[in-house]
């Protein structure tokens, strides 16, 4: 049985995953319209393999006596002014969301709660794996700069960095 303090927790954290896949959702959005298909089927990709991290979370807290709640979520920025501006916010909302995680990890420590602290282990190596492919992602644009041949090679090769869930 989840404590109060841990299914608020986890609660919290459903909506930040349920955020984060209308986050890439709007970039891969963007891009679709910018005529970069391969970065929007990257950024559809990572849409939802967030919906994945939130059902994850949902299943959890439902099947461990808690009652998942579905919220009302905050509106994405939907325009960027570069692609290698919406990488850069890619990365410092996986940072934030990995903050996030820690920071519900330390409750779980906290609650003496070690099955809710084995379970949150997964989304530890998951955080690890998406800012590792955000870095990977800004270096090659940071490469490219304003070279617009550049961006058609990285338009094509960007669909076999996908992260898996
Ligand atoms: Fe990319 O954040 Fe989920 O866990």
Not at 27 to 41: F, I, N, Q, S
Not at 68 to 96: C, G, I, Q, R, Y
Not at 136 to 148: A, E, F
Request: a negative charge; proline letters at 1%.
């Amino acid at each position: 049985m989840l404590s109060k303090t841990i299914e608020e927790a986890l609660n919290n954290q459903i909506k930040i995953e349920a955020e984060s896949s209308q986050i890439y959702l709007a970039m891969a959005c963007w891009a679709e319209v910018k005529g970069l298909e391969g970065v929007a089927g990257f950024m559809y990709a990572q849409s939802d393999e967030e919906r994945e991290h939130m059902l994850k979370l949902v299943k959890f807290v439902n099947e461990r006596g808690g009652h998942a709640k579905v919220s009302a979520l905050k509106a994405p920025d939907v325009t960027f002014n570069s692609f290698k501006d919406m990488f850069e916010l890619l990365l410092k909302h996986e940072m934030f969301v990995s903050q996030s995680i820690n920071e519900l990890v330390h409750i779980s420590l906290q609650e003496k709660d070690y099955a809710t602290h084995n379970f949150l282990q997964w989304y530890v190596s998951e955080q690890i794996e998406e800012e590792a492919v955000a870095r990977t992602i800004l270096d090659k644009i940071n490469l490219i700069g304003d070279d617009k041949g550049g961006l058609y090679l990285f338009d094509r090769d960007i669909q076999n960095l996908t992260v898996s869930t």
